[in-house]
């Protein structure tokens, strides 16, 4: 099936938002795998780009995400993955950001990444460029999620917003789901040093049972294994308790 979703151009004198290209996906079988391939471009107006804090441009792509189409529990979690999921339009969601802590660096991010220290890219949406929808685009122009976006989830029609690179499904449902990760108390001890306030991905443990979902943003609904969106770090799954395909998300 392919889905098609059109939008009226927007012309203004001032950066405001822009209109997305047409949205432009299908989802086929192709043996144990289902595949959803995009034209890259999201279903809602994005942000202007570039702007003050991002100098890259959106550049149409064309995306392929494939996963098993009946997901299995592992042995062992998968992590390490920097596209964690993908919406049921076919854009690419990605929380992590490619800075890090660095004394040399501008403002003190880099991208070398020997301190240990990655900036959490929630903290501070607008220094990344992010528009209203928490996304924004990389050097190649591709325009992916950090979190979830209001507009996405508004023309849903239910709780599921995509898939995990393992096949289980992504829900945003705030009110069954909700992150075990909290701030830790007290100083970073190296690095950047300073309170734990957020900005870097370290700055967070998971706390069993403070929050009802695992540490891979997950739980059993309905005796199926599934994943969430929530509002609060880690945003979207960060690891994966089922099967990952050796490639998840391919550009042509």
């Known amino acids: 099936m392919t889905r098609r979703f059109a939008f009226a151009c927007l012309v203004a004198l001032a950066p405001l938002p822009v209109a997305a290209h047409d949205n432009i996906s299908s989802v086929t079988r192709e043996g144990e795998l289902t595949c959803i391939a995009s034209n890259g471009t999201p279903n809602h107006d994005i942000g202007q780009f570039p702007n003050r804090a991002n100098p890259n441009a959106f550049e149409a792509q064309s995306l392929r995400f494939c996963f098993p189409t009946e997901p299995q529990l592992a042995d062992a979690m998968t992590t390490g993955e920097m596209t964690v999921g993908v919406t049921l339009t076919g854009l690419p969601i990605r929380p992590y950001t490619a800075g890090y802590y660095d004394p040399d660096g501008r403002r003190g991010i880099g ?31 591709l325009y992916h999620y950090h979190g979830v976006s209001p507009s996405y989830l508004q023309g849903l029609p239910d709780t599921q ?26 100083s970073r001890d190296s690095g950047p040093g300073g309170a734990f306030d957020g900005m870097f991905e370290e700055d967070f443990e998971f706390v069993d049972g403070s929050g009802t979902l695992d540490a891979c943003n997950g739980m059993m609904v309905a005796g199926t294994y599934t994943y969430f969106a929530t509002d609060t770090y880690p945003y979207f799954p960060r690891c994966f308790r089922g099967e990952v395909p050796a490639q998840f998300m391919v550009r042509n």
Not at 162 to 180: K, L, N, Q, R, V
């Open 111 to 141: 991208r070398d990444p020997a301190s240990g220290w990655r900036q959490q890219a929630m903290f501070e949406p607008r220094a990344l460029g992010m528009d209203a929808e928490n996304g924004h685009v990389d050097r190649s122009g």
């Open 161 to 186: 917003v995509g898939f995990a690179p393992d096949g289980f499904e992504i829900h945003y449902d705030p009110a069954i789901a909700t992150s075990s990760y909290q701030l830790r108390q007290g």
